[in-house]
Structures are given as C-alpha cells and as structure tokens.
C-alpha cells in the first residue's frame, strides 16, 4: 500500500511551466520502486484521463495531448514522483491527480483507466489563463 500527496499545482499564464510532485509513503512492507505511477486529470464535466506513466521498469508514455510539452519522472531515493509541464495552454486547466499500482503494466496510458489504479492522491488544481 501507499499514501500519496500531490503539490505543486496554481495558476500560470497560457505558455508558462509548472512541475508538480507527488510524495508517496509505502507502507505495509512494500517499497516505492515496485509501483507503476502515473498522472491523470480531471475537467469539470469530464473524465478523469490519464496522461502520463512511468511504468516500474521505468518506460513512460504520454496521452497525445501532452506529448512533448510534458514530463513524467520518478526519484525512487525520494519516494516522489514529478510532472514537468511546459508551454501549458488554457485547455490543459483540470485537477490532476497521481496514481499508483503495484507491479509492471507493460502497456501505455493510452490503454489504461482510473480502474486500473488502486491508490490515489488528493489532487492539486492547476488553472492556464490566456
């Protein structure tokens, strides 16, 4: 198991950057590098959506939406995960969210949903202004 806490979220202008950080405290005997991570988002109306995953081999893949203009990374010593985001756009404004699973997916965000992740953070809200 694994407790989860986003931060680094705010309000920028269209074109500007933000990294977000997810801590994760394993508990239970488990340890952080046996977890596939990955970021999601939510818009009001809308699905929650994955967009980026660093599987437990370290493999990363991006929704299209944010290929190349986003980031995905974990520090293992750190137990924390990042998103770098850059040139963000008005569109990219939502509550994002890390997840964590145990094991290896093998697959990429594309493929994969809010069901396929057992632990979550709280949620930080970033807000893209033009």
């Known amino acids: 198991q694994v407790q989860m806490v986003e931060s680094g979220g705010g309000s920028v202008q269209a074109g500007e950057s933000l990294r977000l950080a997810c801590a994760a405290s394993?508990?239970?005997?488990?340890?952080?590098?046996?977890?596939?991570m990955a970021w999601f988002r939510q818009s009001p109306g809308k699905e929650r959506e994955g967009i980026a995953l660093?599987?437990?081999?370290?493999?990363?893949s991006y929704a299209e939406s944010v290929k190349g203009r986003f980031t995905i990374s974990k520090d293992t010593a750190k137990n924390t995960l990042y998103l770098q985001m850059n040139s963000l756009r008005p569109e990219d404004t939502a509550m994002y969210y890390c997840?964590?699973?145990?094991?290896?997916?093998?697959?990429?965000?594309?493929?994969?949903?809010?069901?396929?992740?057992?632990?979550w953070g709280q949620g930080t809200q970033v807000t893209v202004s033009s």
């Open positions: 997840a964590a699973e145990m094991g290896r997916f093998g697959t990429t965000i594309a493929t994969l949903t809010t069901a396929d992740f057992n632990y």
């Open positions: 394993p508990y239970g005997g488990t340890t952080y590098s046996l977890y596939s």
């Open positions: 660093v599987d437990v081999d370290g493999t990363t």
